[in-house]
């Protein structure tokens, strides 16, 4: 996979030409405002999503889409089976546990579920970040971690949480990684994504390293279901509203998932009954094509650990935005003087400038953008004056519009494709989008460019019709009515 970076002539400012064409040096161009615009507006070129780019963007969405449907292998897509052929109906009843796994966060989630009349009944969750060198780590020490969060939550149950005598409790496991799913309740993790190095998973079944950990920290819990973090999201969202046919995770991360016709999986070649219904999860974060990249994508991407992968990922997701800031605050300072002559040591740190940094700066509404200069005097040690405040809020929002509006084209991609399968099934009637993830829930200009993509896309008519709407928390309570579903015990739900 390449990276069709379109290259920005930013490499031309080292040496730039005096009006008479004798070369100057370096410094002598370090005049400040005057060579951070070239940057800018270079920038700003090479991230432009202007109609056609978004219009081409779905159209190789919906390709990449069939492709993977056809053939195992046969695009960037995956297109995985999630093995989920019953969405939940409401009717669902018990205790149920739900695990996840994301790519900072890890939650701990109990539901008690009344059926149809009661719904749910309570839940209580916990949430903990993923420390550092569990990261990096091996794949016990990553699902002991897990294993005893678990049971430290399951001691603090009481309440109105009731298990019937002689049962065990039943998990499901939301995994926000691409895994080969096997079957409702196994799954090979194909990579880790998301900055995670953990040795000793990649080739395994998950929920037999989870049930290992389990037991090696003394858990007597089954998994009975192990969901994508998109699948559980759908699932979750469709428990409340029939209309939901698409989910999508804006997190750390970005996965999307949808509701699929099992005749319209070649792959299957006839393996599964023609006239059901099932989720595919797409693993678009491996998308790649026709993107507007630029020369600090493909910088970004060859330092990372997993070059020339998760390309649509890299540049979308809550985890890449503010590094992709940051390279390019750098090239400002190191080439335009930004931040005035001293060179801005914390700020060649990579990553140091995160993505919930970059949306707080975006919400500063004050005449002299105090905020911002405090966060870049705070992650980045550097003093900036109204002018570089202004650039940088600039530099922010060109990341974030790109973005989002490509999230957003990603989005019509899935929706032409089910529309093409259906004529009318999707823009003919209400349709649903489910979103979640820390990235579209805190970031409102994000939130808004993706939107305002669907709408250009769609036009107005037909976008009255679809409707993009997060669903706060989906997945865990998704995951638990999958494990619900898939009890072991007997049920009438
Ligand atoms: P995970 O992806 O680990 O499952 P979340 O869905 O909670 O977890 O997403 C966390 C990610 O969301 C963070 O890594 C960050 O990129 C993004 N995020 C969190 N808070 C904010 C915020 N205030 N503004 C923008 N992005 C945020
Ligand atoms: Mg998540």
Known sequence: MSLAATCPAVGSFYLSRSPRG???????????????????????????????????VADAMEADMLAGLAVDGGSDLKMILSYVDSLPSGNEKGLFYALDLGGTN??????????????????????????QDLMFGTSEKLFDFIASGLAEFALKEGGKFHLPPGRLREIGFTFSFPVKQTSIDSGILIKWTKGFAVSGTAGRDVVACLNEAMKRQGVNMRVSALVNDAVGTLAGARYWDNDIMVAVILGTGTNACYVERLDAIPKLQGQISSNGKTIINTEWGAFSTGLPLTVYDREMDDASINPGEQIFEKTISGMYLGEIVRRVLLKMAKDGDLFGSSFPEKLATPFVLSTPDICAMQQDNSSDLQAVGSILYDVAGVEANLRARKIVVEVCDTIVKRGGRLAGAGIVGILQKMEEDSKGLIFGKRTVVAMDGGLYENYPQYRGYLQDAVTELLGSDISKNVVIEHSKDGSGIGAALLAAANSKYEHDF
Do not use: W, Y
């Open 22 to 56: 004798t070369p100057r040096f370096k410094m002598a161009v370090r005049s400040g405002a005057l060579s951070v615009a070239p940057i800018l507006t270079n920038l700003q070129k090479d991230c432009a999503t202007p109609l056609p780019v978004l219009r081409h």
């Open 106 to 131: 890890f939650r701990v989630l109990r539901v008690q579920l009344g059926g149809k009349e009661e719904r749910v009944i309570a839940t209580e969750f916990e949430q903990v970040s993923i420390p």
